[in-house]
C-alpha cells in the first residue's frame, strides 16, 4: 500500500519539475538561445545535486510544519499540491511549490487541530515577500552593471550570443542547483517522516520524477516567464536566471548563514522561498533599469493575484479531500 500512496509524491515531483522548468530556463529557451532538452539535462543534474548537498536544511523546515503520521497522510497532501501546479502550468501562471506546499500543510493542522509553529510561517510568508523585492533590487544593478560594460567594451554578435548561451547554461546551472537545495525539500519534508525510504533516497527519487517534469514543461509557463511579463531580450534573459539563481541560494547555503552570523551580520532564513517570485522580481528589477517601458502590468497583476490565492487554494482541496474522507469513513 505504500507503494501505491508513493504515486502520489511522484505525482507532485512531475508536477513541481512541469511549473518550474519555465521560472530556472523560461527566459532562456523564450529568447531561443537554449533548446528544452538541453536545458532539461542541466537543470535534473544540478537540482539532485543540490539537494543532495544543501538540502538538509529547508527539508527539516518542511517537516517540522508537516504533522503527518502515515503515508495516506502524505498522499492526500502531495495530491492537493500537485493538482494546483497542474491547474496553474495549464493557465501558464507561474506559482511556487512552497507556497502550495505550506498552504496545504497549514491546512491538514488546522483540520487535525494541531499546534502550528506560528514563528516558522511568520518566517516563511516574510520571505515571500521580501524576496521579489530582492530579486529586483539585485536584477537592476546586475543590469546597470553589464550595460555599462558592454558600451565601454562592445563585443562582436558572433562571440556575444556565445558568452550568453555558455552564461545561460552556467546560470541555470546555478539556479537549478539552489532550487534543488531550497525547494525540492517541499517534495521531501512531508514524507520524511512517514515513508520507509530516507532523506537521500527520496531526494533521488523526486529529483529524477521532477526531471521527467522538466521534459514535460509547460510551454505556457514558459512564455509568461520570457515574453508575457516583459519581452527579454538574450542579454536581460542572463541577467535574470542570474539573479533569481544568487537569491534562491542566499536562503538555502546553511554554511553561509552560519558564517555571516558569525560575524555578526544579517542573515536570511533556511526557509522555501517562492521560486515564480524571484523570477517575476528579477524580471521586473531589469524592466525598471530600462525605464520601466514595456512592463505589462495586467499580466504582472494576473501573477500576484496567483501568488495570494495559490496557498489557499491548495489548503481549500486538502481540507475538501480531508472532509469527504471523514464523511466516508463516518458512513462505513
Excluded at 507532485?12 to 532562456?28: E, K, P, Q, V
Excluded at 497532501?77 to 507556497?99: A, E, H, T
Excluded at 502550528?116 to 539585485?138: C, E, G, M, N, R
Aim: proline fraction near 3%; hydrophobic fraction near 55%; glycine fraction near 10%.
Amino acid at each position: 500500500m505504500n507503494e501505491l500512496y508513493l504515486i502520489g509524491a511522484f505525482f507532485l515531483a512531475w508536477s513541481f519539475g512541469r511549473n518550474n522548468m519555465g521560472n530556472i530556463f523560461g527566459t532562456a529557451i523564450g529568447t531561443q538561445m537554449l533548446s528544452l532538452k538541453t536545458a532539461a539535462l542541466v537543470a535534473g543534474a544540478c537540482m539532485i545535486l543540490g539537494a543532495l548537498i544543501s538540502g538538509g536544511h529547508t527539508t527539516a523546515n518542511v517537516a517540522a510544519i508537516a504533522h503527518l503520521k502515515t503515508m495516506q497522510d502524505a498522499f492526500i497532501v502531495s495530491i492537493s499540491i500537485g493538482i494546483v501546479l497542474l491547474i496553474m502550468g495549464k493557465k501558464g501562471i507561474p506559482v511556487s511549490i512552497s507556497q502550495t506546499t505550506v498552504g496545504a500543510l497549514l491546512a491538514w493542522d488546522l483540520f487535525h487541530r494541531i499546534d502550528i509553529d506560528s514563528y516558522l510561517i511568520q518566517k516563511i510568508i516574510l520571505a515571500w515577500i521580501y524576496s521579489p523585492f530582492l530579486s529586483a533590487l539585485i536584477a537592476f544593478f546586475v543590469f546597470k552593471g553589464m550595460r555599462s560594460f558592454l558600451r565601454k567594451h562592445p563585443i562582436g554578435i558572433f562571440y556575444r550570443d556565445m558568452y550568453i548561451r555558455i552564461g545561460l547554461i552556467c546560470a541555470g546551472g546555478f539556479f537549478s542547483y539552489a532550487l534543488g537545495a531550497n525547494n525540492l525539500g517541499n517534495l521531501v519534508g512531508p514524507f520524511l517522516n512517514v515513508s520507509v525510504f530516507n532523506e537521500f533516497e527520496l531526494f533521488i527519487m523526486m529529483g529524477l520524477f521532477a526531471w521527467a517534469g522538466f521534459l514535460t514543461a509547460s510551454p505556457k509557463v514558459i512564455k509568461t516567464v520570457s515574453s508575457s511579463v516583459f519581452p527579454l531580450s538574450p542579454i536581460e534573459a542572463l541577467v535574470v536566471v542570474s539573479s533569481g539563481a544568487l537569491v534562491l541560494f542566499l536562503f538555502s547555503f546553511g554554511y553561509l548563514r552560519f558564517f555571516l552570523h558569525s560575524i555578526g551580520f544579517f542573515s536570511l532564513p533556511m526557509v522555501p522561498v517562492s521560486v515564480s517570485e524571484v523570477v517575476i522580481g528579477a524580471i521586473v528589477g531589469v524592466s525598471l533599469a530600462k525605464g520601466g517601458y514595456g512592463l505589462k502590468y495586467k499580466a504582472l497583476g494576473n501573477i500576484a493575484k496567483a501568488w495570494v490565492s495559490v496557498p489557499l487554494l491548495s489548503a481549500l482541496i486538502c481540507g475538501g479531500i480531508l472532509t469527504i474522507l471523514t464523511f466516508v469513513k463516518g458512513i462505513f
